[in-house]
C-alpha cells in the first residue's frame, strides 16, 4: 500500500456467509472506484464460543472465482501460519493480523514464519490494550520476516468503560505509532471504534480530518441479517456517500494550498509560543531544585500535601477563567508536579 495511493478505502462484509452474498456485495463494490480492496471475513475468532466463526477454505475459493470475474482484490484476516498458507494457495495477497493476534507476540511470531519469502501485502490492527509498544513490535516482526508493504489500521482499544463507542478510539495512540512509524500508511476501521453504523461517518470524518491514510469500512448488502457485526456494517450505497467524500477532500488540493498560506503565520505565533512554554517550564524545574535543597536542610518532606491541594486549587480556578478545559488543565499539571516531585527525589 502505498502513501501515493491515499485516501485507501477497504470495504466488505465482517463475514463471508454464502457465495451468493459475497458476489452481491462484490459487484456493488466493484462500482465505486474508490474502493482498493474488498475485505471478508473468513475466519471469525468470536469472544465467547457458540457463535458464527467463519466458513474458512471454502470462502477462500470464492473469492479467488469472484477476483477473476469482477477484476478485485480481497483481503482477509489471518490469526494462524496455516490461515497464511491457504491465503497463499487460493492467491489471496492482502491480509491483516486481528487486535487479538496482534497482543500475542508469540502467535504474532508464528505468523511470521509462514510470511517468510512470500510477496504478500500485511495489515496490522491495533492490540486489544492501548500499548503502542505491542502494536509497534508486531510491525517490526512483519518487518524483520521480510514483509515490504505493511499498514496498520486503528479499530480502537477495549477499556472498562469505552464510553459511546464498542472500542475508545484513543487517538492518540494512533498518532504516537505515526511518529514512530512515519513512513508506515495508517488507516482508520471506524466500524469496529463505533460498533454502530450511524458513528461510522463522524469517525471517518475525525480519521480524514487527522490525515489517516485511508479508511477500512465494513459493508453487507442487507447489514440487519449479517452473521456477524450486523450493528456496525453499512450498505454500499452508504458507503458511496463516504467515498464521495473522500473524494471531494482528495480532489480539493487548491483550497489545501491556500489554507497553508493563510496558517503559516498563525503557525509561527505557535511555535514561538511553544518555545516560551519550554523556556518557562526550564525555569520552573530549575526553581524546583532549589526547593529541594532547602527542604532537605529543614528536613521537610518533598511531597507537602497540602501545599499540592492548594496550588491545584487555585491552578484549576484560573484555569476555569481563561476558559481551559479542566481534565486537560489538571493533567498537565499533575504531569508537571510529578516531574518536580522526581527533579527534587534526585537532588
Request: with cysteine.
Amino acid at each position: 500500500m502505498e502513501k501515493t495511493e491515499r485516501p485507501y478505502l477497504i470495504a466488505g462484509p465482517c463475514s463471508v456467509e454464502s457465495l451468493g452474498q459475497l458476489r452481491q456485495v462484490t459487484e456493488a463494490l466493484s462500482k465505486i472506484p474508490q474502493v482498493h480492496l474488498i475485505r471478508a471475513g473468513v475466519w471469525k475468532p468470536r469472544t465467547r464460543p457458540g457463535g458464527f466463526e467463519g466458513l474458512g477454505e471454502p470462502a477462500l475459493a470464492w473469492m479467488q472465482e469472484l477476483s477473476k470475474e469482477y477484476g478485485v482484490h480481497y483481503c482477509c484476516e489471518v490469526a494462524r501460519p496455516e490461515h497464511v498458507e491457504l491465503c497463499q494457495q487460493y492467491g489471496i495477497e492482502y491480509v491483516w493480523l486481528g487486535a487479538r493476534t496482534t497482543t500475542n507476540p508469540f502467535m504474532v511470531e508464528e505468523i511470521c514464519s509462514s510470511l517468510q519469502g512470500c510477496d504478500m501485502h500485511v495489515m496490522v490492527k491495533n492490540p486489544v490494550c492501548p500499548d503502542v509498544r505491542l502494536w509497534l513490535g508486531a510491525i517490526e516482526r512483519i518487518a524483520a520476516a521480510g514483509v515490504a508493504d505493511i499498514a496498520a489500521i486503528h479499530r480502537g482499544f477495549n477499556l472498562y468503560d469505552n464510553d459511546n463507542y464498542r472500542n475508545a478510539p484513543m487517538w492518540e495512540v494512533a498518532m504516537e505509532l505515526r511518529r514512530q512509524l512515519p513512513e508506515t500508511p495508517i488507516l482508520c476501521d471506524p466500524s469496529h471504534i463505533g460498533g454502530r453504523r450511524d458513528l461510522i461517518m463522524p469517525l471517518a470524518e475525525v480519521a480524514l480530518q487527522l490525515d489517516y491514510d485511508g479508511l477500512m469500512i465494513e459493508v453487507h448488502p442487507s447489514p440487519a441479517e449479517a452473521w456477524t457485526d450486523a450493528a456496525q456494517q453499512i450498505t454500499p450505497a452508504e458507503l458511496q456517500s463516504i467515498a464521495s467524500t473522500m473524494r471531494e477532500r482528495a480532489g480539493n488540493t487548491d483550497a489545501i494550498q491556500r489554507t497553508d498560506i493563510v496558517l503559516e503565520p498563525l503557525r509561527e505565533q505557535i511555535d514561538t509560543i511553544d518555545h516560551e512554554m519550554l523556556r518557562l517550564l526550564s525555569r520552573r524545574m530549575n526553581l524546583s531544585k532549589e526547593i529541594a535543597s532547602v527542604k532537605r536542610e529543614g528536613q521537610m518532606a518533598v511531597y507537602q500535601s497540602k501545599r499540592w491541594e492548594a496550588v491545584m486549587q487555585d491552578r484549576m480556578q484560573m484555569a476555569e477563567v481563561l476558559g481551559l478545559d479542566g481534565n486537560f488543565t489538571k493533567d498537565l499539571l499533575e504531569k508537571i508536579h510529578a516531574e518536580s516531585i522526581r527533579m527534587q527525589m534526585e537532588t
